[in-house]
């Protein structure tokens, strides 16, 4: 997007449109599907002991070494299309990784048709939905975390959430960070302390992680802090045989970055229901070396 004014008038814009049309609570508010299928909202802070993610339900665990990632950005579901994509791509992977997802009607609706267990870690209510990022899967979390840092132009949070699967067969665990990343911002200063918050949360994670979502990395600066942060983590990236994520500015914006996994495929289909293309990769677990 080309502004046509100075800078400083369009972020002015940009912050009054923001500010009218978007609630953020002060404490962040993480949601999952209750007895009755409505969203239930609870805080689910990384901080001190890593929270259950259903206190009241057993976790399962992954059943298979192989399974099926899904990371891309909804566009908040306002795209034609985007409920018919999204379900199409839903029946085939064993781990969706949304960002901009709004928990309307329509995205339970699909996310209940697939059978998955989902969280959204929501940055702020928009249109009378909660929006944020969300994680699901076909079995249930062992524990679940969510962070949000705030954009220091626009002053909305952007959120991640950190799910962690039993894996069948192992002592230790599947961990998943699904990130919204930063996006207005003069430096890298914010930028680069959101992504080091997850890396810490992480940090004392032995088993595999995989770390996806859209980073906003539309900018070289912003990609070598990326690689800077996957690299202390131990991660590497997984890259589409035919290379079709969307750019931004020129620059790929949505990764996914693993460690513990054998990249089996990767691809980037092209789509009309969202400004992003999504990113599906089938990975296996290596073997693990964990007591």
């Not at 209750?34 to 339900?57: E, F, N, Q």
């Not at 950190?162 to 599947?174: A, C, F, H, N, Q």
């Not at 080091?196 to 906003?216: M, Q, S, Y």
């Amino acid at each position: 997007m080309q502004a046509t004014g100075s800078l400083s008038t369009v972020l002015a814009a940009l912050i009054a449109l923001c500010a009218g049309c978007a609630t953020v609570p002060p404490v962040q508010q993480s949601f999952t599907a209750g007895r009755d299928g409505s969203p239930v909202g609870r805080p689910l802070p990384c901080t001190g002991d890593i929270v259950l993610a259903d206190p009241t339900a057993a976790p399962h665990p992954m059943p298979e070494p192989t399974f099926r990632v899904l990371s891309w950005n909804l566009h908040k579901n306002s795209d034609p299309g985007w409920e018919a994509d999204l379900a199409r791509f839903a029946a085939d992977a064993d781990l969706l990784l949304l960002q901009e997802a709004a928990l309307t009607a329509g995205l339970r609706r699909v996310l209940e048709s697939a059978g998955v267990d989902w969280l959204l870690a929501s940055s702020f209510e928009l249109g009378g939905h909660e929006t944020g990022v969300l994680s699901a899967a076909r079995v249930r979390p062992a524990h679940a975390c969510a962070q949000r840092s705030f954009e220091p132009l626009l002053q909305l949070p952007k959120s991640a959430a950190i799910t962690r699967y039993e894996i069948r067969g192992r002592s230790d665990k599947l961990a998943v960070a699904n990130v919204h990343a930063i996006n207005f911002a003069l430096g890298l200063e914010a930028y680069r302390a959101q992504l080091e918050t997850i890396a810490l949360e992480l940090a004392g994670h032995r088993g595999p992680v995989i770390f996806a979502g859209d980073f906003n990395t539309w900018s070289l600066e912003r990609l070598e802090v990326v690689k800077d942060v996957v690299r202390g983590m131990g991660l590497v990236p997984v890259l589409p045989a035919v290379d079709t994520r969307s750019r931004f500015l020129g620059q790929q914006v949505d990764h996914i970055f693993v460690r513990g996994l054998d990249v089996l495929e990767a691809r980037a289909p092209q789509v009309g229901s969202s400004d992003h293309n999504p990113v599906l990769a089938t990975l296996r677990l290596s073997a693990s070396d964990a007591p």
